[in-house]
């Protein structure tokens, strides 16, 4: 098992990339707020003449991507809210042709239970009482989009 801090530079992604093409488990950490941000950044770490075949290999190696966000909790504490994306045969096509907004708009139809929005944890999360409805919706980036979310509207 290999742990990189940080994925920066492509030289980095390379090496994580050849690394778990090896049989390696990699888990590496990047600073991005949603999964489609990972994505973008990580294809954008690749020079135009590499994409093709990194993104091949992303698209092959790739396990998951979990994003984390750490909010001010009702009773005061913490509580931890999740974004998460399980590699799937649609995501892999979605992760090799680098068609971002097919991947979010395929982790919003539910068709598997491992993926989940930031939205529909927070959501989740005010209706169970764990956030406040304020918290959450700030926390989603557009309260509208959380309130209509909020009343079952997608």
Known sequence: ????????????AEIALQAAETGHLVLATLHSATVSETVERLTNLFPSEDRESQLLLLSNLLIGILCQKLLPSADGGLYLVTEHLENSGAVRTYLRESRIP?????????????????????????????????????????????DRAMRGIS
């Open 102 to 146: 097919e991947i979010v708009d395929f982790m919003g139809r539910g068709d598997n239970p491992n993926n989940r929005l930031f939205m529909e944890a927070l959501v989740a999360a005010a209706q169970a009482g764990h956030l406040t409805h304020e918290t959450a919706a700030a926390a989603t980036g557009s309260e509208s989009d959380f």
């Open 1 to 12: 098992m290999i742990l990189l801090g940080e994925i920066r530079d492509p030289e980095t």
